[in-house]
Nanobody
């Protein structure tokens, strides 16, 4: 059973940068596809970014060019670096992992097996 724990959220101003982390235990992240999702108040949880073991990445159009993702295999930790933050980026950010290493349906919540508890990111305008 993979356990994911996010950290690093907070309150920032528009234009600032922030990094959130996802520490994994019970499994090696290099053997999973890893993803970030977010859920804003009153909205459905949505895909933000994903990274596969071979290094392939994918980003939602809304964050492309502003967000990057990386992994530290030695720490078994997955990161989301958020730059040029906007008020509309305000949400609870969730880390996810899936044992399916394929690329199908990666924006679909049900295709991810493991979830963290989330970390709040608030961007003031």
């Amino acid at each position: 059973q993979v356990k994911l724990v996010e950290s690093g959220g907070g309150l920032v101003q528009a234009g600032d940068s922030l990094s959130v982390s996802c520490a994994a235990s019970g499994g090696t992240i290099s053997t999973y596809a890893m993803g970030w999702f977010r859920q804003a108040p009153g909205k459905e949880r949505e895909f933000v970014a994903a990274r596969w073991g071979g290094g392939r990445t994918a980003f939602a159009d809304s964050v492309k060019g502003r967000f990057t993702i990386s992994t530290d295999n030695a720490k078994n930790t997955f990161y989301l670096q958020m730059n040029s933050l906007k008020p509309e980026d305000t949400a609870v950010y969730y880390c996810a992992a899936r044992s399916n290493a394929g690329y199908a349906d990666y924006t679909t919540l049900l295709s991810w097996n493991y979830w963290g508890q989330g970390t709040q990111v608030t961007v003031s305008g």
